[in-house]
């Protein structure tokens, strides 16, 4: 939560827009267009649970209709408020801007707290948010896309898209009205990853960035590099079992709602997340130190910090005491514009949200055309695919042995030339694709402008142009 002396979340991330379009040559008033949320519906409706109606409020904001669909996710949690909804589908009017991920930004929430209802009632409530969404084109393919987010997977999305066909029997595109459905219900292998997977693609992307590295003071690779992460949640999840698991990273403290682990010989992401799923709490964990203020260590003594849970986690309250060179914001909004100021001016690095955590609505984009184009992707090429590459070879296999050199190819690498791409490793190829080329166009602004000191400023310099030139295109 964001501290009361500080801006509100939406305030904040205005603050931080106002900062890049000051160095921007817009037209009057376009400014003012983009910046501004379009509209933000409140519902409230009753359900009848426990033998009672129990009243509840949901909100769908729509930030900016430069393109449509709108998309950004449906979050569950009893902080839902206007300005946080308003403050979020901002940034995904920017992050889908910068990842060229052709939507409008848009977002949801519902103020429960999930896990107090059971499925079965969950399920009551959200066929209920749905249908007053629904009716109002609020959950459409064409016009608004809702996902994931906060307190929601793709348990949620799946009673979303069915309740959408429910009301639409006719529509034969109903099912991409949702992204982030499970995937024998039209969802797209590595979507669930898609986040934590992106977060790590960022990374990659950064540590091949010499010149970004230096201004973080880091060096080398991936490996060994001690990572802190906040919130083990889908994303933070994914992002430090990738880090740890395939680079080498080693996490040496997790933060969780209920306190923190740690340990400087590092964590083993994948059992603290069973010992979550088994105990619904970090506490009790072996191999660790016990922390009960968590928070205290987002000031831990690391390489790279990964707040990956709320909105404000670092602010004034904090900031100055943050050591960590480089911030990779895997949460929407965890550093408040006050606190970026301060890291900033310490030198501090800090990969943006908007691109750091943009690996899910990417993935998303990709389910949508799925759903659209009615066909898994890969399905058309994968055995043709195959096939040449059986007669290659064959062809040198038979060179080799008609020469008389006798080289052999190695099982594996046969084995891994042979297979045709899959829809996992499609997806994960266009992922990475994304994250390098948007962090290529960001990089470039921050290095080449002298203006220009930040990444984040550099991501909304990139971003704003996009909107802009979509409104320029039509028109307006
Ligand atoms: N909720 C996610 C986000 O904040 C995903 C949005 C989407 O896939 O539309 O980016």
Not at 21 to 46: H, Q, S, W
Not at 342 to 347: A, D, E, M, P, W
Request: proline share 4%; charged share 25%.
């Amino acid at each position: 939560m964001i501290p009361e002396n500080e801006p509100s979340f939406r305030e904040s991330v205005d603050i931080m827009f106002n900062r890049a379009v000051a160095l921007m040559d817009l037209p009057p008033g376009l400014e003012e267009k983009i910046r501004v949320c379009n509209a933000t519906y409140t519902v409230r409706f009753g359900v009848r649970l426990r033998g009672k109606i129990q009243t509840f409020t949901g909100y769908r904001s729509v930030h900016s209709e430069h393109m449509e669909p709108v998309k950004g996710g449906i979050r569950y949690a009893t902080g839902v408020n206007q300005d946080e909804v308003e403050a979020l589908a901002a940034l995904m009017t920017y992050k889908c801007a910068l990842v060229e991920a052709p939507f409008g930004g848009s977002k949801g929430g519902l103020c429960i707290d999930p896990r107090e209802y059971d499925e079965h009632e969950l399920e009551q409530i959200t066929r209920r948010f749905a249908y007053e969404l629904i009716k109002r084109d609020m959950i459409n393919p064409a016009q608004n896309v809702p996902a994931p987010d906060m307190g929601t997977g793709e348990r949620e999305m799946a009673w979303i898209a069915d309740q959408y066909k429910r009301m639409n029997t006719t529509d034969i595109n109903g099912v991409a009205c949702v992204t982030g459905k499970p995937t024998n219900g039209g969802g797209i292998q590595g979507r669930t990853e898609a986040t934590g997977r992106g977060v790590q693609y960022a990374l990659h992307a950064f540590f091949r960035d010499a010149e970004g590295m230096k201004k973080a003071g880091l060096e080398g690779t991936l490996d060994g590099k001690r990572v802190v992460v906040q919130g083990l949640g889908n994303v933070g999840y994914h992002a430090a079992k990738f880090l740890s698991e395939e680079d080498g990273c080693v996490v040496t403290a997790i933060i969780e709602r209920d306190g923190a682990l740690h340990n400087e010989d590092g964590l083993d992401v994948e059992a603290v997340h069973q010992w979550i799923t088994k105990h619904g709490t970090i506490k009790g964990f072996p191999d660790a130190q016990m922390q009960e203020e968590g928070a205290k260590l987002l000031e831990a003594d690391c390489d790279i910090l990964i707040p990956a849970a709320l909105e404000g986690v670092i602010n004034l309250g904090n900031a100055d005491r943050v050591k960590a060179p480089l911030i990779i914001e895997a949460a929407n909004g965890p550093v408040t514009a006050g606190a970026d100021e301060i890291l900033c001016r310490k030198g501090k690095v800090m990969i943006p949200d908007m691109y750091a955590n943009a690996g899910g609505v990417t993935v998303s984009y990709f389910e949508w055309v799925k759903n659209l184009s009615h066909i898994r992707f890969g399905r058309m090429q994968r055995r043709q695919e195959e096939m040449r590459h059986q007669l290659v070879v064959d062809e040198l296999e038979r060179l080799s042995a008609d020469s008389g050199i006798g080289w052999q190819l190695s099982p594996n690498f046969k084995e891994k030339y042979l297979r045709g791409a899959g829809e996992l490793e499609l997806v994960r190829s266009g992922l990475d694709d994304t994250m390098q080329t948007a962090y290529q166009s960001m990089a470039h602004v921050w290095h080449n402008r002298e203006d220009v000191n930040d990444l984040r400023t550099a991501a909304y310099l990139v971003s704003i142009e996009k909107v802009a030139a979509s409104y320029r295109a039509k028109g307006l």
